[in-house]
């Protein structure tokens, strides 16, 4: 399973603790990059805490100027 990559998964997180942008189908996620959790979930920091990021589709991009 996933907890036997995640480790090799987090040296390689170009994104670590930067702020990135998650764009879904229906809505964008501002955040910290927080790595990702014994499931595979991106794991990001926002306002309102912790959000894992379970969807589909999603394009994690480095955000140049925050939105807040």
Not at 20 to 44: F, K
Not at 45 to 54: E, H, K, S
Request: with cysteine; net charge negative; glycine share 12%.
């Amino acid at each position: 399973g996933f907890p036997a990559l995640r480790s090799a998964w987090e040296q390689r997180n170009a994104f670590a603790d930067l702020p990135v942008a998650i764009r879904g189908e229906s809505s964008t996620l501002y955040g910290t990059c927080a790595g990702v959790d014994d499931d595979g979930a991106l794991l990001l920091r926002t306002g309102a805490g912790v959000q894992r990021v379970l969807a589909g589709d999603v394009s994690l991009r480095p955000l140049m100027d925050s939105p807040r």
